[in-house]
């Protein structure tokens, strides 16, 4: 399946010179998600995980599925003030300035398997900030994967460390 045929290309969103990546006609389409999903999975391969952590909101989409295909927990990522209990946080660079993502503060406990999911590896400065918030909380990274990678932003530079996978790449 060209599962290229499901990404739209939005020009000038969210501002000017950007092309938007829109994987809606993806979601809308149950047999191509299902058959992306089994893809995403594919690239984890036999590998125990005991929690995907999905970054908001694109990666909650994929992420839920595969926690839940995987047998494994599921651990949002949100911006400031969304979580409701105890948690962790961790600024990361923007283009423009800084943003900062939380996450639950017992949502990973040490020696823990982890899956990282998001929709799309731009610049790796979301992904990078994940990554160290899990680390702080003992877990161990198996693997960072996307939907689809952006490579001209060389966005794994920032996850050296790591196992970074995309099924599609532009």
């Not at 000017?16 to 994987?23: E, M, R, T």
């Not at 999975?41 to 970054?55: A, F, N, Q, S």
């Not at 400031?80 to 943003?99: M, V």
Request: charged share 25%; proline share 5%; glycine share 8%.
């Amino acid at each position: 399946m060209n599962l290229e045929q499901y990404i739209r290309d939005i020009p000038d969103f969210p501002k000017q010179g950007v092309v938007f990546k829109d994987i809606t006609p993806l979601l809308l389409d149950a047999q191509a998600a299902q058959w992306a999903t089994q893809q995403l999975l594919e690239l984890i391969g036999p590998r125990k995980i005991d929690k995907v952590v999905g970054m908001e909101s694109r990666g909650f989409f994929f992420g839920t599925i595969i926690a839940h295909q995987l047998g494994a927990g599921f651990v949002p990522v949100r911006k400031p003030g969304k979580l409701p209990f105890d948690k962790i946080s961790q600024e990361y660079a923007l283009e423009y300035g800084s943003d900062i993502l939380e996450m639950h503060a017992d949502a990973i406990i040490p020696g823990e398997n982890v899956l990282i999911h998001d929709d799309v590896l731009a610049t790796g400065g979301t992904a990078e900030a994940v990554c160290k918030m899990v680390e702080s909380l003992g877990g161990n990274i198996v693997q960072v994967n996307f939907l689809m990678e952006l490579t001209f932003l060389n966005g794994r530079d920032k996850l050296k460390n790591q196992e970074v996978r995309s099924l599609l790449k532009y």
